[in-house]
């Protein structure tokens, strides 16, 4: 078979709709936002192709050798799970180049780091062992990749892989009090993500100031840091018009006892990030933001090499990062330098507990002939988290009742609960 006749044949067999369910010839690339060129619409069909149609590239070699033998110019590998031909660049190159030098270097192109496909985390070749030609490797169409091409959406939930929690919120800025300056300095993070691109471009600061911005948040539980975390990420995306996810980094998916395989984990977080306008919130931070230790034995030289390697990765980010901690004492000073701001969340005075209990309390005709309540509530030092878990507690216990309403006692017995979690008593 020629080189033409192949490239008609195999063309034809990844847009045709042999698959029940799926039309390849329809506007499904169109989910990629993107005009595609023809060479860009075969490479991604081809790396679609072994999710839904694993015998592709077997059935397609049988054709043109049903005798068998091999068929090196078309490149693919074998796996120990997948059964079939998976296709590799050179497998790219065969279909759009055949044997044209020229041609084959422009297919070359298609993979290289400027390239959309990585540069937007649609696909990517695999790396191969050193002494090995570079498109030999996989072409590997990543979870955003397929979630786009399938689904026509992107959603990082499909790549059971990625180790972080979309964080949401029905809440609002009005449901959350904070003390004045707080908010002030939660308001300069907001304010550099909407206007960074006119600091950068169009004042020419790129030079001075990185793209990304790095922020502690430190104070007690329950003071509000994850909840002002979905809330920047909510009005960021109001007002940009485009979704500004928060995910919350799991970091027990990411920290490995084997050496090396936290910063591999790591690259594959910031590489999927990158370039996405992801908010990356690292709650509990000091599990892995701490003081590094005196290196004392080869464990030590290896934790500290990871959190350097996370410190220059947090620097290099070119997004929002978030990091949350209990006690900024807790966090290693030379992340302390690199914070663009670092914003303390106290346990709220009696005013601000008021307008918690205020805020969070069912309407007061629930709770009849208890118009001092409030009063008897604010005598109790409580962070906002604890007032929710109290009210939640009231309302369960009020909802039992034969006639529903909330009981100053249901209050009390809350607030006691909540202060035996630390080892106090009212």
Not at 5 to 20: D, G, I, M, N, W
Not at 319 to 328: R, S, Y
Request: charged share 25%; with cysteine; glycine share 6%.
């Amino acid at each position: 078979m020629s080189f033409d006749l192949f490239k008609k044949y195999l063309c034809t067999k990844l847009t045709s709709a042999e698959y029940s369910g799926i039309n390849f010839s329809g506007s499904f690339i169109d989910a990629l936002h993107r005009n595609t060129s023809h060479e860009e619409s075969i490479v991604l069909l081809l790396a679609l192709a072994p999710h839904i149609l694993p015998h592709f590239l077997d059935n397609i070699i049988k054709e043109i050798q049903p005798d068998g033998g091999d068929f090196p110019e078309i490149g693919g590998v074998r796996l120990s799970n997948h059964r079939g031909l998976l296709p590799t660049g050179e497998t790219a190159q065969w279909i759009l180049a055949a044997n044209d030098i020229s041609e084959r270097l422009e297919v070359l192109e298609l993979f290289k780091k400027d390239h959309w496909f990585y540069r937007d985390d649609i696909l990517y070749l695999e790396s191969v062992e050193e002494g090995e030609p570079f498109m030999s490797g996989r072409i590997i169409l990543t979870q955003k990749g397929l979630s786009l091409l399938i689904y026509g959406i992107e959603n990082a939930e499909h790549d059971y892989t990625f180790p972080a929690q979309k964080l949401e919120t029905n809440l609002e800025w009005e449901d959350l009090v904070l003390p004045e300056g707080t908010k002030k300095q939660i308001d300069e993070i907001i304010s550099w993500e909407k206007h960074k691109e006119l600091i950068l471009q169009h004042w020419k600061q790129a030079r001075f100031f990185k793209k990304g911005y790095r922020t502690l948040f430190y104070g007690p539980s329950g003071t509000g840091k994850t909840m002002t975390a979905s809330l920047i990420g909510k009005e960021l995306s109001l007002n940009l018009n485009r979704e500004i996810p928060v995910y919350r980094i799991d970091l027990s998916q990411i920290v490995s006892k084997y050496v090396g395989e936290t910063e591999k984990n790591l690259s594959k977080l910031f590489a999927k990030a990158e370039h996405k306008n992801w908010i990356l919130f690292f709650d509990e931070g000091e599990n892995f933001f701490s003081n590094r230790t005196n290196i004392k034995d080869a464990n030590d030289k290896y934790a500290n090499q990871e959190v350097s390697y996370l410190l220059q990765r947090i620097e290099d980010y070119n997004g929002l990062v978030i990091v949350a901690t209990n006690l900024k004492s807790n966090i290693d000073d030379a992340f302390a330098r690199r914070f663009q701001s670092m914003i303390e969340f106290k346990l709220p005075n009696e005013q601000e507990r008021e307008s918690l209990w205020n805020n969070i309390l069912p309407d007061i005709t629930l709770i009849p002939h208890e118009s001092d309540l409030i009063p008897q509530l604010l005598k109790y030092n409580l962070s906002g988290g604890n007032i929710v878990n109290v009210v939640q507690y009231a309302c369960l216990k009020g909802a039992e009742m034969p006639d529903p309403l909330i009981t100053a006692e249901h209050c009390i017995t809350g607030i006691r609960r909540e202060l035996a979690k630390v080892g106090k008593t009212i």
